[in-house]
């Protein structure tokens, strides 16, 4: 006579297998996702489309597991975190700044920073304003 309570027990023990394996390919999963399918760039400031009034700006931002970054094609070295930061100038009217980051497995991934230097009215000769053109 076959006891039903040993079927029910190997049964148990099986499902409890097969949950403790999903669990580790779930696990394993979350932990190996970056490094398979990489991490996206972020900036942080300024924000896309803004009008600036300052020639200069300070573009904030982070690219975590780049080997090589560029900022407008200047290389930028980004701390243990990602994170980085990079001065430049922009021209008048409307600029386009590209963020371009590579992992050590060759993956490229780019921002697209777009911003607007709409210069204040300046004065000459302390009573003619001059007024840049609108954009």
């Known amino acids: 006579m076959v006891r039903s309570g040993a079927t029910n027990g190997w049964g148990a023990k099986k499902l409890v297998l097969l949950g403790l394996f999903s669990l580790a390919v779930v696990f394993a999963y979350f932990k190996t996702h970056d490094l398979l399918f990489g991490k996206d760039i972020v900036i942080e400031s300024p924000i896309n489309g803004q009008t600036l009034k300052e020639p200069f700006v300070t573009i904030k931002g982070r690219a975590p597991g780049s080997t ?17 930061l990079k001065e430049t100038i922009l021209g008048i009217g409307y600029n386009v700044i590209d963020v371009v ?3 050590r497995f060759n993956r490229e991934s780019s921002e697209i920073l777009e911003l607007i230097y709409r210069p204040l009215a300046s004065t000459s000769n302390g009573s003619d304003s001059v007024a840049f053109m609108n954009l």
Do not use: E, Y
């Not at 090589?68 to 980085?84: C, E, H, R, S, W």
């Open 68 to 84: 090589l970054l560029t900022v407008g094609g200047a290389k930028v070295i980004p701390d243990q975190d990602g994170k980085f």
């Open 101 to 103: 980051s590579v992992d």
